[in-house]
């Protein structure tokens, strides 16, 4: 066993984890963190996208001990004050989900793209979003809703949507 | 208690573009996923499956797995085979057989690779998992079945007791069956075939090997705490979970009770009672502690049934002057190993939609189901309507090639008009509606079709490497499972009925119970819009209840796009019965005759005065039932189940222009249009979701997707590395579009939506790709179309010198 400690959505926590035991399984089975799911064994699909210290990741490809000290964000934490996240909003808005179980792992990767191009074109969120698959929705609404969402998020659109860089260290 | 103010101007809710209620909890990881369920002293199961594709299980050494830390207990095929029964097949198509045994463990033979042979129960999931590769086996080899013709041979026969590896042969004949008069179908192709005035066409290709590949893995967990077993499954069927464990396990059913919590996708793929659901109901039984199973994508590749897998040989005949005069189909179908719910069945669901938009004097359709040591096929999205409408889209294209004929005049001249419906096509199927020029013209004008054709004559003329090709596909399909009495007199071993419910509280809320179990659909939506309109309460105000077989003990759940036609109108009507029950509780407080009472947007009113009472009103006077009317039940609560008198049938007309770069082969859809004629619609939103998804799954099956077995029944591309699912840098934004002509069997006039996208669209994609390179001597590329694929068909008419 080794000890952790890490922040989670603004919670620290020091557990004692084995050292295989990967990021993703840590936050569903240790802190019941279960918004985050896992959909494959390969890390092919995204479901299980978090972001490590602001920066995207598939939690399945990371193992807790490589989160020591560090902060992780899951789609629980996102929301603020009661408010959505713009691009959960913007997913909601646009039919962006249905079966909605891509639909964590797609957000925060989705909140990841924008952060490192705020102006995305179609075929860049395709490119960005590639590490994520969805079976329902053809993407075609979670490209539409990416798009808004880089809307709403651009400097001015609105006073009361955070910028996605704040938002992607944590914190409830 | 009497309001006289003018009602607000109402809003229709249907029809009207909501989003979803679904969302709130989806998008803030709020969820319930079977998988995140844990109860106190839950164990964990994982499996041990066979990698042998066809054996003798000579030995099982559990000793090892036993002694590993966390493990509670191991089980093999002899522990569990007094109990486990044989899963269940609903519907076998042949009445002179029984299928074979399907079990949920391995006992002494193993029919594919993925079948399970030992279950290890142990503290974690991960210790479970350790736990596997301890339990020692040998299988001794036989030889593995895997080629559909060769299976037909009978060199190795699967299933000794049924001597054979063709499980039935079901033919279909128009003339028989007394859908169509004057000569059969193999009289009219024998005869066009010595007719100079005639042409007959005919094709052999195969419709690939295909996974669902919902995104949730599939989950079990079973509570023996109490007097209740309490089953929650990532299912689409739980109320049809239900009754087959009662009937195959012999569990009490009133002792049972399933639940589906968020379930995270299905497509046909959890349209099934898996042995995973058996097996760890038997070792929590055993055990007397909550168990859980979650699979790992590696083993839902492998072990959750696939889909399609057929031969198909078609052949149609015509006149010269394009008029249809015959469709033949010869299908060899793939079953896998053993039978699920529907494996038979599926394949022949095609048979009466075959002649799809057309007006075909004769039609026969012969379907041959036959065993192999690959894993089960059973319902994938379309479940046998997109085979037979790939096999018609396709042939119509090859005849209209074969006379030099514009693939869409062809269609138009063959077509049933609008003004022909209701028509009975050569299946037997009585079309109640229908408007292909619509849908056609706009889809047309929506994709630029003269213009791209005249793109397409410039790139030949110009011998330019990159070809454009434009794909149709006009489809109609059967939807809204269906005809109880239909169903029984096909073999099916359940009806087709849907069961909705509604409660008035007190306070004005509604609760809405419905059969249908979704899985991303969006009924929560979609029924509270109906409600909301028939009841006059405000969205807001509904709450619908499903996916737990305590709070919605009937249904017959999701599927076949069945859920609007026939559990929407379970909810219509049960909304009128509440309406007719208020009726007299408020013609009894308004102290006026029932028959003078009207109902609208909530209130009703004494017809010809001002007064008048609110729905809301009318239910707190019933729930203190004070004043309330003599011999009048005191509830308004109702209960409806609708059986359809009919299918319905959507239709559309989908065009895709395809490029193919004639130097690699690479395939590019680069533009996707489809007008979709799908009834009337509740939510636009919603329905344009299920086409888009609809879309994808279709276009991967043209372009991406295909299960591969090597020679020893091994798949070999059991993981999502190698199982090419497209992702969105592989898919470009569609065209959507829709007419609406309003089905008639039911009272919201809707038709289903949920696999009319992946139905229409693969024939569309590969006819496209197919009409870039026939100039090149191409007659056919085999899903899916990949560049290499292309290329060396390509090639291959090249060297059989090109273009006649």
Same mark, same amino acid.
């Given at each position: 066993m080794t000890q952790i400690r890490v922040t989670v959505d603004g919670v620290e926590y020091a557990d004692d984890v084995e050292p295989r035991m990967l990021l993703v399984y840590y936050l569903r089975e240790r802190l019941g963190k279960t918004g985050t799911v896992v959909g494959c064994d390969t890390s092919n699909c995204g479901a299980c996208t978090v972001h490590l210290n602001g920066q995207s990741v598939k939690s399945c490809s990371v193992l807790a001990v490589q989160a020591d000290g560090a902060e992780v964000t899951t789609i629980e934490g996102i929301a603020r004050d009661g408010q959505l996240h713009p691009v959960q909003q913007a997913f909601h808005d646009n039919h962006a989900l249905q079966c909605g179980y891509c639909t964590p792992g797609m957000i925060m990767q989705a909140i990841d793209l924008l952060g490192d191009n705020p102006d995305p074109d179609e075929q860049e969120i395709r490119e960005g979003l590639e590490g994520n698959l969805c079976r329902c929705t053809g993407y075609h609404n979670i490209v539409r809703a990416v798009q808004d969402a880089a809307r709403r998020m651009k400097p001015g659109a609105s006073a009361d949507t955070p910028a996605p860089a704040a938002v992607a260290g944590g914190g409830q | 208690m009497t309001t006289t103010a003018e009602p607000a101007t109402p809003v229709s809710e249907i029809g009207r573009a909501r989003t979803r209620k679904e969302d709130a909890r989806l998008i803030t990881g709020r969820t319930r996923w079977t998988d995140n369920i844990t109860l106190n002293g839950m164990l964990h199961a994982a499996m041990v499956r066979s990698p042998v594709a066809h054996g003798r299980i000579t030995s099982i050494d559990v000793s090892e797995a036993k002694k590993m830390p966390g493990v509670v207990a191991v089980f093999t095929g002899a522990d569990l085979d007094s109990e486990q029964s044989g899963l269940p097949c609903a519907w076998p198509i042949n009445a002179e057989a029984t299928p074979p045994r399907h079990v949920s463990i391995a006992v002494d033979k193993v029919n594919f690779a993925g079948e399970i042979i030992a279950v290890v129960v142990a503290r974690s999931a991960a210790e479970a998992r350790d736990a596997v590769d301890a339990v020692e086996f040998d299988i001794e080899p036989l030889e593995p079945v895997i080629d559909l013709n060769d299976a037909l041979t009978d060199r190795t026969v699967i299933h000794s007791e049924l001597g054979t590896n063709k499980w039935v042969t079901f033919p279909f004949d128009s003339v028989a069956a007394g859908a169509t008069s004057g000569p059969s179908a193999d009289e009219v192709i024998a005869a066009a075939e010595n007719d100079p005035d005639s042409v007959v066409v005919t094709r052999t290709w195969r419709q690939q090997r295909l996974i669902p590949a919902f995104m949730e893995p599939r989950s079990v967990v079973v509570d023996p705490t109490g007097e209740q077993l309490t089953v929650w499954s990532s299912t689409q069927i739980p109320h049809v979970l239900r009754t087959m464990l009662g009937v195959t396990l012999g569990l009490p059913e009133h002792k049972l009770r399933v639940i589906a919590p968020d379930v995270g996708g299905g497509f046909g793929g959890k349209l099934q009672v898996i042995p995973e659901e058996i097996l760890t109901i038997l070792v929590a039984n055993k055990l007397r502690r909550p168990v859980k199973w979650t699979e790992t994508r590696s083993e839902s590749l492998v072990s959750g049934h696939h889909g399609r897998d057929q031969i198909q040989t078609v052949t149609i005949a015509a006149k010269k002057d394009g008029t249809f005069t015959a469709l033949k189909f010869d299908f060899i179908a793939d079953m896998g190993a053993y039978f699920g719910l529907f494996t038979p069945a599926v394949p022949v669901f095609g048979a009466f939609i075959g002649p799809a938009v057309y007006k075909f004097p004769a039609y026969k359709a012969v379907f041959t189901d036959v065993f192999t040591n690959k894993t089960p096929t059973d319902a994938y999205r379309g479940a046998g309507r997109p085979e037979a409408t790939f096999a018609v889209e396709r042939i119509v294209d090859e005849l209209a090639a074969v006379l030099g004929r514009d693939p869409m005049d062809l269609r138009k001249q063959n077509w049933i008009k609008n003004t022909e419906f209701p028509y009975t096509n050569a299946g037997g199927l009585t079309y109640d509606s229908g408007n292909y020029e619509a849908a056609t013209e706009k889809a047309l004008e929506l994709f630029d079709y003269e213009g791209l054709r005249r793109e397409?004559?410039?790139?030949?003329?110009?011998?330019?490497?990159?070809? *454009? +090709? /434009?794909? /149709? #596909?006009?489809?109609?399909?059967?939807? +809204?499972? $269906?005809? #109880?009495? *239909? *169903?029984? $007199? *096909?073999? !099916?071993? $359940?009806?087709?009925?849907?069961? $909705? !419910?509604?409660?008035?509280l007190p306070t004005g809320k509604v609760e809405v119970v419905t059969g249908s179990s979704a899985h991303g659909q969006g009924h929560e939506t979609a029924w509270s819009q109906i409600v909301a309109d028939k009841l006059g309460v405000p969205f807001e105000d509904v709450e619908v209840l499903h996916g737990d077989t305590q709070v919605s003990p009937k249904g017959m759940d999701t599927y076949g796009s069945r859920s609007l036609p026939v559990g929407g109108t379970a909810v219509v009507k049960c909304a009128e019965k509440v309406i007719e029950k208020a009726k007299k509780v408020a013609a009894h407080l308004l102290e006026a005759d029932e028959s003078d009472i009207d109902f609208a947007a909530g209130r009703f009113s004494v017809r010809g005065t001002d007064k008048g009472i609110t729905i809301q009103e009318v239910v707190f006077a019933t729930f203190l039932s004070h004043n309330f009317p003599e011999g009048v039940e005191p509830s308004l609560d109702s209960e409806y189940t609708f059986d359809p008198e009919n299918f319905s049938f959507p239709h559309g007309t989908h065009l895709a222009a395809i490029e193919v770069d004639t130097e690699t082969g690479k395939v590019h859809l680069r533009k996707y249009v489809c007008v979709d004629d799908i009834g009337s619609v509740v939510n636009p939103l919603i329905a344009e979701g299920q086409i888009h998804g609809g879309l994808a799954q279709g276009i991967a099956q043209a372009l991406y997707e295909e299960a591969n077995y090597d020679e020893q029944g091994t798949l070999v591309n059991g993981t999502f590395v190698d199982y090419t699912l497209p992702s969105a840098a592989d898919l470009p934004s569609f065209i959507t579009d829709r007419t609406e002509t309003p089905a008639t069997t039911n009272p919201l006039g809707v038709k289903g939506v949920g696999e009319a996208g992946t139905i229409a669209s693969t024939p569309a994609i590969v006819n496209g790709v197919l009409d870039a390179i026939r100039h090149l001597g191409v007659e056919h590329v085999e899903m899916p179309c990949t560049a290499q694929r292309v290329w060396r068909a390509i090639q291959e008419a090249e060297q059989q010198g090109g273009a006649q």
């Open positions: - | 397409q004559e410039e790139r030949r003329r110009n011998n330019d490497p990159v070809q *454009l +090709g /434009i794909g /149709i #596909s006009v489809f109609t399909e059967m939807c +809204g499972l $269906a005809p #109880s009495r *239909l *169903l029984g $007199a *096909l073999g !099916a071993g $359940a009806g087709g009925w849907e069961h $909705a !419910a509604i409660r008035m």
